[in-house]
């Protein structure tokens, strides 16, 4: 029981782990289709509040997958977020959401 407790713990560990990438900004956009893209810094990536697959492309780019659509996250030098939507939605360049 103790073994089956321990393999359960590190699963669910994993699961958490699996949206969280280092460099990842924090964001809110609208995306063509009225697609609402949200991100925590690091992770997890949220596609109109449904958590999305991340990786790493490079230290500055990041991709993230789900509900038939892919985000680029993309990090400028001056650290401003430029994203953009391409899938089942419309594509193009999402927009900043004022708070």
């Not at 699963?11 to 991100?39: E, L, M, Y």
């Not at 992770?43 to 990041?62: C, M, Q, T, W, Y």
């Not at 430029?82 to 004022?98: E, I, L, R, Y």
Request: aromatic share 4%.
């Amino acid at each position: 029981m103790k073994t089956a407790l321990t393999f359960m713990l590190l699963a669910i560990t994993t699961v958490a782990q699996a949206n969280s990438v280092p460099g990842v900004p924090s964001f809110d956009v609208d995306c063509p289709g009225k697609i609402a893209v949200h991100a925590d810094q690091d992770g997890p990536v949220l596609i109109n509040s449904k958590e999305a697959d991340i990786k790493a492309i490079d230290d500055r780019r990041f991709e993230a997958k789900g509900s038939g659509l892919t985000i680029s996250i993309v990090l400028a030098d001056d650290d401003s977020v430029t994203v953009s939507s391409t899938g089942k939605a419309p594509n193009g360049v999402c927009q900043s959401v004022d708070d």
